[in-house]
T-cell receptor, first 113, second 108 residues
Framework: DAGVTQSPTHLIKTRGQQVTLRCSPI?????VSWYQQVLGQGPQFIFQ???????GRGNFPDRFSARQFPNYSSELNVNALLLGDSALYLC????????????FGNGTRLTVT | KNEVEQSPQNLTAQEGEFITINCSYS?????LHWLQQHPGGGIVSLFM???GKKKHGRLIATINIQEKHSSLHITASHPRDSAVYIC??????????FGAGTRLTVKP
């Protein structure tokens, strides 16, 4: 069984550009959550989706948006990139969200120059 | 003050030692996760707890809901246990809060 897959693995963008990150959950998992991890810090929660609906949102500006598709894959979009958006973006899937175990992808490392 | 506090921040141990990492939180939670992150970024979920104690191999996790405290224990530590260990809590409104992590180094 494939694990959580994220694409791309690495990405370099310029300030002001827009970026889309993708995540495919483990088969049978209906919840996807997104996290930002700045170098040297712990992860920060961005979004959780379950059955294509937003279930939770962290303290991130409206430049960050996400969606979940009927096949439960998900995209994270970040507009008007800032240097401070440089980070590892992690996706995790779980069967039901909430209190079910999380399975993490290897992340997308975004560098904004 | 961070809502999830871990201690210690850094820990160095000799192979074979018993290790304890602590996590205290100040918010209401539906579950607590212990995560392991190796250099390069990959995160592995070790435990999810809502009460009591869980054991997997040399790893034991406990949680005291009344005291809002959890501990992760590693018995007979090994250099391959070297990693960052992160405590994360799921709040009642589906928000996840993370501790800053404990960097563990186990020396042979």
């Amino acid at each position: 069984d494939a694990g959580v897959t994220q694409s791309p693995t690495h990405l370099i963008k310029t300030r002001g550009q827009q970026v889309t990150l993708r995540c495919s959950p483990i088969s049978g998992h209906k919840s996807v959550s997104w996290y930002q991890q700045v170098l040297g810090q712990g992860p920060q929660f961005i979004f959780q989706y379950y059955e294509k609906e937003e279930r939770g949102r962290g303290n991130f500006p409206d430049r960050f948006s996400a969606r979940q598709f009927p096949n439960y894959s998900s995209e994270l979009n970040v507009n008007a990139l800032l240097l401070g958006d440089s980070a590892l973006y992690l996706c995790a899937s779980s069967r039901t969200g909430g209190s079910s175990p999380l399975h993490f992808g290897n992340g997308t490392r975004l560098t904004v120059t | 003050k961070n809502e999830v506090e871990q201690s210690p921040q850094n820990l160095t141990a000799q192979e074979g030692e018993f290790i304890t990492i602590n996590c205290s939180y100040s918010v209401g939670i539906s579950a607590l996760h212990w995560l392991q992150q190796h250099p390069g970024g990959g995160i592995v979920s070790l435990f999810m707890l809502s009460s009591g104690k869980k054991k997997h191999g040399r790893l034991i996790a406990t949680i005291n809901i009344q005291e809002k405290h959890s501990s992760l224990h590693i018995t007979a530590s090994h250099p391959r246990d070297s990693a960052v260990y992160i405590c994360a809590v799921m709040t009642g409104d589906n928000d996840m809060r993370f501790g800053a992590g404990t960097r563990l180094t186990v020396k042979p």
